[in-house]
């Protein structure tokens, strides 16, 4: 069962363009929501995080959108250059553990 | 600080043989997690440990992998006897403790595993 379900797989966004990738949940207890960046050959980090008490959260070109009723996130990221191509992964948690998605490859060509 | 440290990065084994994977944490770090990604199940947490201590093993997919965390500054990851699917990356992360809130969760560069 995926608690957690993300989209697109992969992302191809030219230079300057916005990014936009999306997380569905299940669990309505969950209550912290993180996005994580991964570079070929590294870990992931932890990139922005939300709790839903907000509805968004911005950190420089980086956005995340939050719907409690539709059980939704997003991840923008505006203004994408070629260094934010990497994968990303959104992941919900209740505690201890987290739930990560699948993953988005994003390509950012010039 | 050098993060997490992984060993090997890469491990290519033949079905039947054990592996070991090793970590080495950040120091100071209280909590340690395994995770394992595959393109099919993308990350997924195995077990993670609170002071040395296997706090929950669920994510352990079956009796041929365990899991031993004799100090502090050490962990490893132990698949007997391995088999094709556990062909992926196995990944430790450590983190000053268990609640990812609270304690951001800092992972090390991973071990590519193949098992032909």
């Known amino acids: 069962q995926q608690q957690v379900k993300q989209s697109p797989q992969s992302l191809i966004v030219q230079k300057g363009g916005i990014s936009i990738i999306n997380c569905a949940y299940e669990n309505t207890a969950f209550d912290y929501f993180p996005w994580y960046q991964q570079f070929p050959g590294k870990g992931p980090a932890l990139l922005i995080a939300?709790?839903?008490?907000?509805s968004e959260k911005k950190e420089g070109r980086f956005t995340i959108s939050f719907n409690k009723s539709a059980k939704q996130f997003s991840l923008h990221i505006m203004d994408s250059q070629p260094g934010d191509s990497a994968t990303y992964f959104c992941?919900?948690?209740?505690?201890?553990?987290?739930?990560f998605g699948k993953g988005t490859r994003l390509s950012v060509i010039a | 600080d050098a993060g997490v440290i992984q060993s090997p990065r890469h491990e290519v084994t033949e079905m039947g043989q054990e592996v070991t994977l090793r970590c080495k944490p950040i120091s100071g770090h209280n909590s340690l997690f395994w995770y394992r990604q595959t393109m099919m199940r993308g990350l997924e947490l195995l077990i993670y440990f609170n002071n040395n201590v296997p706090i929950d093993d669920s994510g352990m997919p079956e009796d041929r992998f365990s899991a031993k965390m004799p100090n502090a500054s050490f962990s490893t990851l132990k698949i007997q006897p391995s088999e094709p699917r556990d062909s992926a990356v196995y990944f430790c992360?450590?983190?000053?403790?268990?609640?990812?809130?609270?304690?951001?969760?800092?992972f090390g560069p991973g071990t590519r595993l193949t098992v032909t």
């Open positions: 992360a450590s983190s000053l403790g268990a609640n990812p809130q609270v304690y951001e969760q800092y």
């Open positions: 992941a919900a948690s209740k505690g201890t553990p987290l739930v």
């Open positions: 939300i709790r839903p008490d907000v």
